[in-house]
């Protein structure tokens, strides 16, 4: 397979670091199928046009069926917000496009499922937007756990606190409209579940506190207007993973000051792991057992020796940024369709992570333990 056709469907946030990391992948990753950028699509020609001339597509258009229905395209990128993904995801699965979609894949759990049915009838490469897990230094570290170098794991605790709706004042949008889904639980807490899973495996139970912190937002910015909200600000997670261990998981989009704190403790009978992605170019490891006069966390730095790393820079210590973390996805995305196998993690792993959070809405409304 020489190049792949890519269709890109939304040019905001995500759009962006879609066509960024399609237009990077081959000078990091020589060996992945040469991703020729076909068609991109926003809601207006004008947005279309302007993401066509800055991140290079051949053509444009206003209308999101035309990326699925052009024939040089054969991936498909859907970076839209949330209610629209499932309407876009089964157009493109019916023309038997590859399909990545972002997180969370859709707003409701029986929505993901016929999505996951779909791709899986159709055999195509499917890819959601879990970047954060395809950090070099976080494959490092589900590889330590599942060799035992930390021994039996004994807990973890998982946060992804932001606080891009700290301010009462910031007006209502997409991601606070249910249609879109429950809030943050799903726009941040699929992303700490997420790497729950990736780290350790399976979520058996879940007992959640969830809950609503500014109850009202004006209806447009400045608006005097108030709407009432309903989806969630926080929500706190107590878990219970397959393997035995527990430990916690918070999100939450109204911690003031936090920009990224994508962040985890994993414990071990033999060590510790400390990473956040505010600091993404560092693992902290503790191994016990040592001389006790020299014991402490040792800052692990990234560099070549962590594969891909070496693929943007040759030298240590250079740092990674998100858009590499995007990069590396894409190339994966496009490598696991050459192979006939997506890299993951696919649709199937965006709804198992999906259960995750409805379990937890479950949970919270009944104040109990739920099973997963
Ligand atoms: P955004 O509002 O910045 O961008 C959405 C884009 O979709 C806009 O350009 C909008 O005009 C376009 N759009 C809306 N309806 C459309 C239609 N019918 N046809 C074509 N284009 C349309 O939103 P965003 O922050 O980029 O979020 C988009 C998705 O990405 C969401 O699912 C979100 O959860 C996800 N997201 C993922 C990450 C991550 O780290 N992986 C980060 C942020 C957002």
Not at 126 to 147: C, E
Request: charged residues 20%; contains cysteine; glycine residues 10%.
């Amino acid at each position: 397979m020489k190049d792949l056709g890519i269709g890109l469907i939304g040019t905001g946030f995500m759009g962006k670091a879609h066509a960024i990391a399609y237009r990077t992948a081959l000078s990091a990753f020589p060996d992945i199928p040469v991703p020729r950028l076909v068609m991109v699509a926003d809601v207006t020609a004008e947005a279309a046009a302007k993401a066509a001339h800055q991140y290079g597509f051949e053509t444009s258009t206003a209308d999101w069926k035309q990326v699925i229905a052009n024939p040089a395209v054969q991936v498909v990128s859907i970076t839209t917000p949330n209610s629209f993904h499932k309407e876009m995801v089964l157009a493109a699965l019916a023309a038997g496009k590859h399909v990545h979609c972002e997180k969370p894949l859709s707003p409701t759990l029986a929505d993901s499922l016929e999505m996951v049915e779909a791709a899986e009838a159709k055999g195509v490469c499917t890819q959601v937007g879990f970047n954060y897990i395809k950090n070099p230094l976080l494959k490092m570290a589900r590889d330590m756990v599942a060799a035992g170098e930390l021994g039996v794991i004994t807990g973890f605790r998982g946060i992804h606190a932001e606080d891009y709706m700290h301010d009462p004042q910031s007006p209502w949008t997409w991601r606070i409209d249910p249609s879109g889904g429950p809030g943050v639980v799903a726009d941040l807490g699929s992303h700490i579940i997420g790497m729950a899973r990736f780290l350790l495996g399976g979520i058996a139970e879940v007992n959640a506190d969830i809950r609503t912190i500014i109850s009202k937002r004006p209806v447009a910015r400045g608006a005097t207007e108030m709407k009432a909200v309903e989806v969630d600000d926080v929500a706190r997670l107590l878990v219970q993973f397959e393997r035995g261990c527990a430990g916690t998981i918070e999100a939450n989009w109204v911690q003031t000051g936090r920009k990224m704190q994508l962040a985890f403790e994993l414990t071990g009978e033999k060590g510790s792991l400390v990473f956040t992605q505010e600091r993404l170019n560092e693992l902290h490891f503790y191994k016990a057992g040592g001389d006790s006069r020299q014991m402490g966390f040792t800052k692990i730095e990234a560099g070549p020796q962590h594969e891909p790393y070496g693929g943007f820079c040759v030298a240590g210590g250079h740092q990674l940024g998100f858009n590499d973390l995007k990069t590396i996805e894409m190339a994966e995305f496009l490598g696991g369709i050459a192979k006939g196998k997506s890299a993951g993690p696919d649709f199937r792993e965006a709804y198992e992570i999906q259960k995750v959070v409805e379990a937890a809405l479950a949970s919270s409304r009944q104040r109990s333990w739920i099973k997963v």
